[in-house]
């Protein structure tokens, strides 16, 4: 019996014995092999990593980046309990959360704050974890740095709240709706002042939107809403019924984006009631003035024209006194003569008053214009107007047909001429008025110079001005040039001027073709 049992031990000894070392070999390999990785990685990590004896709370190895995070050496941290190494701000509460992770084997701190070396304050996450390794238990803390992540999420929130603030303060309320049913999703705090229903009213029930808009704009509104929910924008102008039972005029704005696979609308909604009701004030007041200005113009018009009736019967009166004077009669003959002077100063005074009632009144016509011939008919208009004579040279260059308003281009071309005239300069030898026309289908400059006695360099922005007069040898009334910038103004055109004292002075006018060819 004895002799078997010592055959059965040498079997076990050769036979299992290698076996077993083979196991073993491999294990301890596999072992090392997990280790080796382990410590890679605890070396490598970004984040800061210690290994505490979880009986007595005692540091027993500390990753490079901790160190390298808070700005202590190995030694530092090797042998002392965790709130002992003094980057925890409040040892108390250390030493009561080590416990709290002896009774639950983990804890977690979203937030910690810490301190390095040299002061910095630092926000961290810190999670603990207790767990065995050779029938030892360890407590591995994982601690990562947040602090740049919370001044960011600090900041964020403060936008937040600034932005919040800014839109809360505007009379603009700011909505989100998912288009595929009008849900709101979304809406500014603010509405509550621009309507008196609050944001949580319109989320948790988006009819509130739909129904209480006025019946007569739903009608056109809401098949229209489709029409430019496809079209991807639109503004709507809307009356909608608020909560206090009034009526308010709303102009929504909104714009249609895709949103994690579904669209949404975002809008706005502006109370524009007070601009409505200065609208409609303004346009009553407009109208008003409109009728107040026909009225004016027309009694302008008509009185004008009643009173030049009798100049012109007192001229004739004049010319038959005249007629009737013996040869020695002088004084009587100076006398109607001025008498002459002044009518015919008030003639040209209501002429002019005729014209700017024209000009303000009578729509734009198109005509076909014959330069040489407007220009003809103009000189004649003038030719007694001056008693020495003004030489006058005249070129015209039209190419293609040109349309403009006859009648107003008349008084324009009769007002430079007659003031070409007018003012020409008696100490020159030869008083000249050069005319040019270059004109094409598309437009016509017209040139009138003189040599006469020009204007000053302070009058050249005034001469436009009404009752203006840039001299004293003036004897008219002062609308001339007002009546012809109003004038030119209407049939498009505009005006230059060129011109110096005692030398002459140069208009440029620029008329487009009416008639686009």
């Known amino acids: 019996m004895e002799y078997i049992s010592i055959i059965v031990l040498c079997f076990l000894i050769f036979y299992l014995l290698p076996t077993v070392f083979h196991r073993l070999k491999k294990t301890n390999k596999f072992t090392n092999s997990s280790e080796e990785k382990y410590r890679r990685l605890f070396e490598s990590a970004q984040d800061g990593i210690l290994i505490m004896n979880a009986d007595k709370g ?67 996450e810190f999670i ?71 944001a949580a009213n319109f989320i948790e029930n988006s009819k509130l939107w739909s129904d209480n808009i006025n019946p007569t704009d739903k009608v056109w509104l809401l098949p229209l809403l489709n029409e430019k929910i496809v079209a991807g924008k639109g503004t709507f102008e809307y009356k909608y019924k608020c909560a206090d039972g009034t009526d308010k005029c709303f102009l929504s704005s909104f714009i249609v984006k895709k949103e994690n696979d579904e669209d949404y609308i975002y809008g706005t909604w502006v109370d524009i009631s007070e601009r409505k009701r200065t609208a409609d004030i303004i346009q009553v007041q407009y109208q008003k003035l409109l009728k107040t200005n026909s009225e004016l113009d027309k009694f302008v018009y008509s009185t004008s024209h009643d009173l030049r009736a009798p100049l012109t019967s007192i001229q004739g009166l004049i010319t038959i006194v005249e007629e009737n004077l013996s040869p020695n009669e002088d004084d009587q003959r100076e006398l109607l003569n001025m008498m002459k002077i002044s009518v015919t100063k008030l003639d040209d005074f209501i002429g002019d008053i005729l014209y700017y009632s024209y000009n303000a009144r009578s729509t734009v016509d198109q005509n076909e214009i014959d330069f040489e011939a407007i220009i003809a008919e103009s000189r004649d208009n003038l030719k007694y107007q001056s008693a020495t004579p003004v030489i006058f040279k005249v070129e015209v260059n039209q190419k293609g047909a040109f349309y403009s308003d006859k009648k107003r281009l008349f008084i324009v071309l009769n007002n430079l001429i007659s003031n070409a005239i007018k003012y020409s300069d008696f100490s020159k030898e030869k008083s000249f008025v050069t005319i040019t026309v270059e004109s094409d289908t598309r437009e016509a400059q017209l040139t009138i110079e003189d040599n006469g006695i020009g204007i000053a360099d302070k009058d050249h922005s005034k001469i436009f001005e009404m009752f203006y007069r840039g001299t004293n040898l003036s004897t008219g009334s002062g609308l001339g040039m007002y009546i012809l910038k109003e004038t030119l103004d209407k049939i498009q055109g505009t005006v230059q001027l060129e011109s110096e004292l005692k030398k002459g002075s140069t208009f440029t006018i620029t008329l487009p073709n009416l008639q686009k060819v």
Not at 82 to 98: C, H, M, P, R, Y
């Open 128 to 198: 603990s974890n207790v767990y065995m390794v050779a029938n030892k238990k360890v407590i591995q803390c994982n601690i990562r740095d947040i602090t740049e992540r919370k001044k960011t999420v600090k900041i964020n929130e403060q936008n937040k709240i600034f932005l919040s603030q800014l839109i809360d303060d505007q009379p603009v309320a700011f909505f989100v709706t998912a288009v595929k049913d009008l849900r709101i999703v979304f809406m500014s705090e603010n509405v509550k002042n621009l309507t008196g229903y609050s």
């Open 58 to 124: 005692i540091i027993e190895d500390v990753n490079p980046y901790l160190m390298k995070f808070l700005n202590y050496p190995e030694a530092h941290f090797i042998g002392k309990e965790l709130w002992e190494i003094g980057v925890f701000e409040d040892a108390k509460t250390s030493q009561a959360a080590f416990r709290q992770l002896q009774e639950k084997g983990f804890i977690r701190y979203d937030d910690l704050p810490l301190r390095s070396k040299d002061g910095n304050a630092l926000d961290v």
